[in-house]
């Protein structure tokens, strides 16, 4: 069986910055998982694991910085 969850990546707040227009710089900002999104991702690898030869995907939509984003 495949769990599927899916994540949304966020720039960590301490990178984002307001610019004098007063929108947002993120242009050095990291990303990572939203923590929320990391609750979900839990529930699929707690599910999985009490259904049995099950695996976990995680699915996000974006751009290449998607690709490198890991959970370990």
């Known amino acids: 069986m495949r769990v599927i969850a899916c ?4 720039a960590e707040e301490q990178d ?11 242009t ?8 929320f999104d990391l609750n979900a991702i839990e529930a699929a690898v707690e599910a ?10 995680v699915l996000s939509v974006g751009g290449e910085s998607t690709g490198k984003c890991q959970v370990a």
């Open 16 to 26: 984002i910055s307001i610019k004098p227009d007063r929108s947002l710089d993120t």
């Open 7 to 10: 994540c949304k990546l966020v």
């Open 48 to 57: 999985a694991a009490q259904v049995g030869d099950s695996t976990v995907e």
């Open 28 to 35: 050095r900002a990291t990303y990572k998982i939203s923590p």
